[in-house]
Structure formats: C-alpha cells, structure tokens
C-alpha cells in the first residue's frame, strides 16, 4: 500500500474553513472529530510465517548443504527485515468535519498533537464568528484514492503498491 506525504492549507476567514482546495460554510459543520487508524499487523505476521515453511522446502532442492544454508539464511534474513519494515508504520489520525449531509476526512497526519490543534481551531471558530486562522499541516494519503460522491465521481485511482 502506498502512502504519500504532503502539506495542506487550513484556513478560517470570513466564517469559512477551507481545507487544501475544499470549502465548507462554518455554520453548516456540525462537529469536528478525531478517528484513529490502527495498520493491519497481521497480514505481515502471516506473509513471514508463511515464507517460514516455505523456504525450507524450497531449501530442499538443492542438495548442497551450504547453498541450502545460503537460501535460508538470506531467505530468512529479507524475511525479518521486511517484516519489522511492514510493521513500523504508526497510527494515522484522521481529521473528521461532520456536515448534515455526510462526514468528510479533511487531513490526516501521524502527528495527534496537530490534528487536535486543528480540531480546536476550527471547533473555536464555529463559535465566533469574527475568528481567523491559517495553518500549513502535515497531510498523508495511504492507499488508492476514491471519490464516489457528488457530479466528480472519479472511482478508484491506484497510487501503486509500495
């Protein structure tokens, strides 16, 4: 699964917040959300268990120990470091806007301190009118892209596998 890092602008003025290229009427927020996504670790865990057996019967067909020695040390060597590599990725905090007709992520970022900041901002400015603010975030993409609502409809777009 890819992931994809970049900045977004978050912005308060004149009562509307804006997110990267996304508007929202402040009056039309009914709250502000923060969600936590936990990595799947157990596709991981089984991908090196099933490599586990598979090499030493792969192992089996040669007949010179020291190759089979080679093949399963470095069979088992790429193994565990790919394992730990697939299981360093932290939680991802979502940023969450709910509107009456549907909730939207509006940033994600691996940083909590920074989604909450922008959570009480934009819960701070719902609430007075004349508020202002203008922050750039961190923001992540993990995955493909998809869009299944309004006139823009772009169904799945695959950033590629990592």
Not at 91 to 119: K, M, N, Y
Request: proline residues 4%; charged residues 20%.
């Amino acid at each position: 699964m890819s992931t994809t890092y970049d900045t977004v602008n978050v912005s308060v003025s004149n009562h509307i917040l804006k997110v990267g290229s996304n508007s929202y009427p402040l009056r039309n927020i009914s709250c502000t959300r923060i969600q936590h996504v936990q990595p799947d670790r157990s596709k991981p865990v089984w991908s090196f268990l099933g490599w586990c057996v598979l090499l030493p019967v792969l192992s089996l067909g040669t007949t010179d120990i020291t190759v089979r020695y080679w093949i399963l040390g470095i069979g088992f060597g790429v193994q565990l470091v790919r394992l730990v590599w697939r299981l360093l990725p932290r939680t991802v905090h979502q940023l969450i806007i709910e509107t009456p007709g549907r909730s939207e992520t509006a940033a994600e970022s691996r940083d909590l301190a920074q989604i909450r900041l922008l959570a009480e901002l934009i819960d701070e400015a719902m609430g007075n009118p004349q508020a202002e603010f203008r922050i750039t975030a961190e923001n992540i993409h993990i995955g493909d892209a998809i869009t299944q609502y309004g006139d823009h409809n772009t169904g799945k777009i695959a950033r590629g596998e990592s």
